[in-house]
T-cell receptor, first 117, second 114 residues
Framework: DGGITQSPKYLFRKEGQNVTLSCEQNLNHDAMYWYRQDPGQGLRLIYYSQIVNDFQKGDIAEGYSVSREKKESFPLTVTSAQKNPTAFYLC????????????????FGDGTRLSIL | AQKITQTQPGMFVQEKEAVTLDCTYDTSDPSYGLFWYKQPSSGEMIFLIY??????QNATEGRYSLNFQKARKSANLVISASQLGDSAMYFCAMREAGFQKLVFGTGTRLLVSP
């Protein structure tokens, strides 16, 4: 079945360490997104990519980095510069080039919970 | 700037009853889309229903319907015949035409009791 796979499900980071969250999709979607969710809050956009080898900052990009070398993959690195990384991270994809692009929903993975040791 | 407001932090409903979850939005763009997502305790976001700003009729998807009042900038989700499995967080989100990002509200936690 087509879908979005995020790994790992749980991740622990030590002080000063970079960690990378994986996101893979087999939906053949052009666009991919990373969101951060803090307890009791909605989702905030970290980065998004509309095509391979291109990505844009979202609302809270500081302390994060991404790459989009393949259509299927959009890994997120949480760097040591991100001082409060504990959160739930969700990856999503969509196909904006389909007809009526504004009505295409984003499809989400199951998320990764990141905590500081 | 886009903004989504969900004023109900929590809602309680008995099984088989209908419930309305409120969502108001703010945008200056005449073309936009409104989405509702369900987030169970396991964390995944499940797409429920979509309403376009130019749609003439309110959207419906099974037990879900959207009460879209454009002049009031509201897009309330109505769940009919609630089930225990409907207990979850519900998020309203908006996307303006030409932009790919979704702006989310803070969510409403729905609890369905037997």
């Amino acid at each position: 079945d087509g879908g979005i796979t995020q790994s790992p499900k749980y991740l622990f980071r030590k002080e000063g360490q970079n960690v990378t969250l994986s996101c893979e999709q087999n939906l053949n979607h052009d666009a991919m997104y990373w969101y951060r969710q803090d307890p009791g809050q909605g989702l905030r956009l970290i980065y998004y990519s509309q095509i391979v080898n291109d990505f844009q900052k979202g609302d809270i990009a500081e302390g994060y980095s991404v790459s989009r070398e393949k259509k299927e993959s959009f890994p997120l690195t949480v760097t040591s510069a991100q001082k409060n990384p504990t959160a739930f991270y969700l990856c999503a994809s969509s196909n904006p080039r389909r007809q009526g692009s504004s009505n295409q929903p984003q499809h989400f993975g199951d998320g990764t919970r990141l905590s500081i040791l | 700037a886009q903004k989504i407001t969900q004023t109900q932090p929590g809602m309680f409903v008995q099984e088989k009853e209908a419930v309305t979850l409120d969502c108001t939005y703010d945008t200056s763009d005449p073309s936009y889309g409104l989405f509702w997502y369900k987030q169970p305790s396991s964390g995944e976001m499940i797409f429920l229903i979509y309403q376009g700003s130019y749609d003439q009729q309110n959207a419906t998807e099974g037990r879900y319907s959207l009460n879209f009042q454009k002049a009031r900038k509201s897009a309330n989700l109505v769940i009919s015949a609630s089930q225990l499995g409907d207990s979850a967080m519900y998020f309203c989100a908006m996307r303006e035409a030409g932009f790919q990002k979704l702006v989310f509200g803070t969510g409403t936690r729905l609890l369905v009791s037997p």
